[in-house]
Structures are given as structure tokens and as C-alpha cells.
């Protein structure tokens, strides 16, 4: 916004847009590998015994942890704090960056706590 004190920290080079763009598809792409993976995993090992579905939850935990840190670290605090995003009525994507924060910390508390129990 013109006359904003917040000016200096413009990105002015089209380039690092999309290079940042690219990077960002790329992780969600990532996320998305690995939470595949990682339900598949999970629907494998449903029936498996404790240990083995205790590993069948790696991807799952890995791709929601990734979710995680990208739509907190890069969408609210960058996007958010760093470059004022909160302040467009046309860019601003901290709801929807929230909602997928909120899910990915959801999903990886349900995954962590859910479990096969010990076969005694």
C-alpha cells in the first residue's frame, strides 16, 4: 500500500515471485506425497500389529508436520507479519492459511494418538 512504513520489505523483483510460487507448489506438492503415502500406509497396516502400524504412521506424521510448518512459518507469519498481508482485502489468505494450520496440528495430534494399543 502506498505510503505504508512497511514498503522496504516489498519483494520488487518478479523473478523471486516466482521462484517463492514454485517453491511453495513444490512442498504442497511434497505434503501431498507424503499424506498419500501415508494413508496408505495406514489403511495397510489397519490390521497389523502394534510396531508395524506405529511405523505406518511416518508419512502421515511427516507430511502433516511439513503442512504445518509451510502454512504457519510461510502464509502467517511471513505472508501475514512480514509482508502485511492481513492488510489486503484481495490477498489476504490468513483464513485459509489458519484453517490449514489448524488441521495439519489436528491430524498430526489424532495420528500421534491413535494406535493399535500393545498386544499382550
Keep these: 500500500f502506498a505510503g505504508n512504513a512497511l514498503m522496504y520489505r516489498a519483494i520488487t523483483r518478479p523473478w523471486l515471485w516466482e521462484l517463492a510460487s514454485d517453491l511453495i507448489i513444490a512442498v504442497e506438492g ?8 501415508g494413508a496408505v500406509a495406514l489403511w495397510r497396516a489397519r490390521h497389523a500389529e502394534a510396531a508395524a502400524f506405529e511405523r505406518a504412521k511416518r508419512c502421515t506424521v511427516i507430511g502433516a508436520g511439513i503442512a504445518f510448518f509451510l502454512w504457519f512459518t510461510g502464509f ?3 505472508g501475514g507479519e512480514w509482508f502485511a498481508m492481513w492488510q489486503s482485502k484481495t490477498w489476504n489468505g490468513l483464513d485459509a492459511a489458519l ?3 489448524v488441521l495439519s ?3 498430526l495430534i489424532v495420528v500421534q494418538l491413535t494406535g493399535r494399543g ?3
Design 30 to 37: 511434497l505434503t501431498g506425497l507424503f499424506l498419500a503415502a
Design 118 to 120: 500393545t498386544e499382550d
Design 76 to 78: 502467517m507469519v511471513v
Design 105 to 107: 496440528g489436528v491430524v
Design 99 to 101: 484453517r490449514v494450520f
